[in-house]
T-cell receptor, first 114, second 110 residues
């Protein structure tokens, strides 16, 4: 089944404790992206990647890191999480940048930072 | 002012009603217009997309784009309880990032 998977689905952590949210897709997509979804603000792009070893900042990249060492994986790293990073996070992928209108989203990771 | 504005709802309708969901935008460079549907505790999924102006129909769903008014709509005919979800509009200038609306929550009661 074609899908985007994220782990963990739920995470409660404390301020400053480094964490990684994994994202993997099995569709051989080139373009991958991370979003956060907050009430009243909608989906905002954090980082995106157009291919292996090619990443760039989205609208709200502060406090986050990403890497793209393999085509299928695009982990999101929070080196020192803070309470304002409490949010619902989605990973998404599309065939390529030219198909970015059709993004396939993962199930989401709900992160709480206390 | 946000680039894309969308009424958060909730919009409550009885089963069988025609539903109209709308977004306005300010960036005249937007060329691609999408509607995503998001069920509770799930990720968004693409429902329809339209390039430039005009209408597009897919079953019970019709997407309309009026670039002169910077206004897009999604119509759902014969709405069903299974249509209850949050509907997100999204737009892009082309091979660029998507800009999402905040979503409208739709509730269709049996």
């Amino acid at each position: 089944e074609a899908q985007v998977t994220q782990n963990p689905r739920y995470l409660i952590t404390v301020t400053g404790k480094k964490l990684t949210v994994t994202c993997s897709q099995n569709m051989n997509h080139e373009y991958m992206s991370w979003y956060r979804q907050d009430p009243g603000l909608g989906l905002r792009q954090i980082y995106y990647s157009m291919n292996v070893e090619v990443t760039d900042k989205g609208d709200v990249p502060e406090g986050y890191k990403v890497s793209r060492k393999e085509k299928r994986n695009f982990p999101l790293i929070l080196e020192s999480p803070s309470p304002n990073q409490t949010s619902l996070y989605f990973c998404a992928s599309s065939l390529g940048l030219s198909n970015s209108y059709e993004q396939y989203f993962g199930p989401g990771t709900r992160l709480t930072v206390t | 002012q946000k680039e894309v504005e969308q009424d958060p709802g909730p919009l409550s309708v009885p089963e069988g009603a025609i539903v109209s969901l709308n977004c306005t935008y300010s960036n005249s460079a937007f060329q691609y217009f999408m509607w995503y549907r998001q069920y509770s505790r799930k990720g968004p999924e693409l429902l329809m997309y339209t390039y430039s102006s005009g209408n597009k129909e897919d079953g019970r769903f019709t997407a309309q784009v009026d670039k002169s008014s910077k206004y897009i709509s999604l119509f759902i005919r014969d709405s069903q309880p299974s249509d209850s979800a949050t509907y997100l509009c999204a737009m892009s200038e082309g091979f660029q990032k998507l800009v999402f609306g905040t979503g409208t929550r739709l509730l269709v009661s049996p």
